[in-house]
């Protein structure tokens, strides 16, 4: 979608000088700036600033929304989350303003963020299995996103006609959830917390007359359709969460200021790949490297997450020394490097998670979920801010 508000923005007819510096906002970097006299061969405003525009509402809606979204059933917050991203679809390719893509880059960050908080919590309802899919399938979704909107643009296909076809993301979201997936009883799925408990009495007289549902219930985790926490509750979880959650947000932090402060600097002029073809081979094998982590919880499990940051740092700092004093040979180089770089921080995600799903009691599995995923918007929020002062200083050189 981000490529895809970028394409829609270079066919606007502005003369507004903001306007015009928004539309090098692209999260799909297509060269350097000929007018620009820096080494690096810089746009004039950093990947970052697209980056900061996008992460901000998830952050907001993951900061305050655990302590309020037990009141809004599922069912609910999956209905919203399906029109937020299809608004979002029909405003950029129908934009005829700045201000209308990105408005409809902000539905696109306030779906995903509500989205994943949501999800999150809900697996706490199923098998440990369902964690496992949800982590390979963020992180195909990397992959598979980008070259989707490729492919359907390379065959010929106007931007705007690719956006319209891509509605069918949220639509089938909603046929997913809603006919294909089989929730179990205790799941909230249109009524409030405080709802079903006042029909605790009838729920268990209907569990001793039906052995199936009865079933249902046992595998369950104990305690999982309790009442909600109390605030004092909620802050007891948020403190035992900080063992996952600060080394989840240095991860993040560290690979996302490679991406977008430093990835479009590591530019190798004699290489046989332009400018444009190296940065988006970077990103695409950064995604690559993040599929094959998140999808490796069924084979290897990694408790020291501290060790995975500090690593994640390691990454960040070699490159920025590499963009300072240019001495990397080779584009092939970096392209391993990035390739680590997204299995470090896939590995980093799924295993947070997989271990607070086993660490945390169950009355507090659900919040906790929902309450972790602050972790990586925090570190991407950070890593925002940071790689824009950097980007700008490198490029005055």
Request: hydrophobic share 50%.
């Amino acid at each position: 979608m981000l490529s895809g508000a970028h394409d829609i923005l270079k066919k606007q007819d502005t003369k507004n000088a903001t306007a015009s510096a928004s539309v090098t906002l692209a999260a799909d970097f297509h060269g350097g700036n000929s007018s620009n006299s820096s080494r690096y061969d810089c746009n004039p405003i950093s990947t970052a600033a697209v980056l900061l525009a996008d992460i901000l509402p998830t952050l907001i809606i993951k900061v305050f929304a655990p302590f309020v979204i037990h009141k809004v059933p599922y069912g609910f917050r999956v209905l919203f989350c399906a029109l937020m991203a299809a608004a979002s679809f029909l405003l950029v390719s129908f934009s005829s303003a700045v201000w209308m893509s990105i408005l409809g880059v902000i539905f696109a960050s306030i779906s995903s963020g509500l989205g994943e908080l949501s999800f999150l919590s809900l697996t706490v309802f199923f098998s440990s299995n369902v964690l496992t899919g949800w982590c390979s399938g963020t992180g195909v979704a990397g992959v598979g996103g980008a070259v989707l909107y490729a492919s359907l643009t390379q065959f010929g296909l106007s931007p705007q006609i690719t956006l319209l076809i891509m509605l069918v993301v949220p639509f089938a979201m909603l046929i997913c959830y809603f006919f294909l997936l089989v929730p179990p009883p205790s799941l909230p799925q249109w009524n409030s917390r405080r709802m079903e408990h006042a029909a605790v009495d009838s729920e268990e007289r209907r569990r001793l007359m039906d052995e199936e549902e009865e079933e249902q219930e046992r595998s369950m985790p104990e305690d999982v359709t309790t009442g909600p926490l109390t605030f004092t509750e909620k802050m007891h979880v948020i403190r035992g969460l900080l063992k996952f959650v600060l080394p989840l947000g240095l991860v993040y932090f560290a690979e996302y200021f490679i991406n977008q402060g430093l990835m479009e600097l590591l530019y190798f002029p004699n290489f046989f790949l332009s400018h444009a073809q190296q940065y988006r081979w970077y990103q695409m094998l950064y995604q690559v490297g993040v599929f094959v982590s998140r999808s490796s919880l069924c084979c290897v499990k990694i408790r020291k997450l501290w060790a995975l940051s500090l690593l994640q740092v390691v990454n960040a700092v070699l490159l920025l020394f590499a963009v300072r004093y240019l001495f990397l040979p080779s584009a092939w180089l970096v392209f391993g490097i990035v390739l680590y770089e997204g299995l470090l921080g896939g590995a980093a995600y799924a295993n947070t998670f997989h271990f607070i799903n086993k660490e945390t009691e169950d009355r507090q599995k659900e919040f906790a979920m929902g309450a972790a995923s602050v972790g990586d918007s925090m570190g991407i929020a950070l890593a925002g801010l940071v790689a824009f002062f950097v980007h700008r200083y490198f490029c005055s050189l």
